[in-house]
T-cell receptor, first 113, second 113 residues
Framework: EDQVTQSPEALRLQEGESSSLNCSYTVSGLRGLFWYRQDPGKGPEFLFTLYSAGEEKEKERLKATLTKKESFLHITAPKPEDSATYLCAVRVPGGTGGFKTIFGAGTRLFVKA | EAGVAQSPRYKIIEKRQSVAFWCNPISGHATLYWYQQILGQGPKLLIQFQNNGVVDDSQLPKDRFSAERLKGVDSTLKIQPAKLEDSAVYLC???????????FGPGTRLTVL
């Protein structure tokens, strides 16, 4: 069964303290891995798509990397405004539409000033 | 460019009552998704439309949930009758084609008492 596991469930950082969030997956045939940011009371906001092992993408203080079994979201020198839930999702073959998207439960990040 | 619009933002109902949610996707996006997000979990796909046809409804509880997208633009999701376990945020997302990056609306928070 296709599974996506995110860790840790919650992470508390001081402003400027760099860290990484993990997304591990067990799927048959990855067709894309997505990172989203979700603020309280809002819908997920798209950050990155990664397609193959070794791929990296960056946006401001965020950098996403992908291996054959997991993805990392690195946060460099975080600021309080980076506080949010970060969701990982994988696209795999399946569903009646040919592809299905499976989300992890998310990592809640708290950055203290 | 306007994003995905959803209404209402909040709804409180008694169990066994009916409720309907509305979604207007990004202009030109052919694919529309409805997700259910229970507190502390990642979004779970309920139904996917390609234009006005259903592509995947394998996880939709069809005994109480229904959805339509009559003209290939707006969509409504209905629950009849509601149960306590239906309390969740209902997210609508759209993409220009499937599979492709999904863009989410703000969601409707449903509380069933």
């Amino acid at each position: 069964e296709d599974q996506v596991t995110q860790s840790p469930e919650a992470l508390r950082l001081q402003e400027g303290e760099s860290s990484s969030l993990n997304c591990s997956y067990t799927v048959s045939g990855l067709r894309g891995l997505f990172w989203y940011r979700q603020d309280p009371g809002k819908g997920p906001e798209f950050l990155f798509t990664l397609y193959s092992a070794g791929e990296e993408k960056e946006k401001e203080r965020l950098k996403a990397t992908l291996t054959k079994k997991e993805s990392f979201l690195h946060i460099t020198a975080p600021k309080p405004e980076d506080s949010a839930t970060y969701l990982c999702a994988v696209r795999v073959p399946g569903g009646t539409g040919g592809f299905k998207t499976i989300f992890g439960a998310g990592t809640r990040l708290f950055v203290k000033a | 460019e306007a994003g995905v619009a959803q209404s209402p933002r909040y709804k409180i109902i008694e169990k066994r009552q009916s409720v309907a949610f509305w979604c207007n996707p990004i202009s030109g996006h052919a694919t529309l998704y409805w997700y259910q997000q229970i507190l502390g979990q990642g979004p779970k796909l309920l139904i996917q439309f390609q234009n006005n046809g259903v592509v995947d409804d394998s996880q939709l509880p069809k005994d109480r949930f229904s959805a339509e997208r009559l003209k290939g633009v707006d969509s409504t999701l209905k629950i009849q009758p509601a149960k306590l376990e239906d309390s969740a945020v209902y997210l609508c997302a759209s993409s220009s084609r499937a599979p492709d990056t999904q863009y989410f609306g703000p969601g409707t928070r449903l509380t069933v008492l």
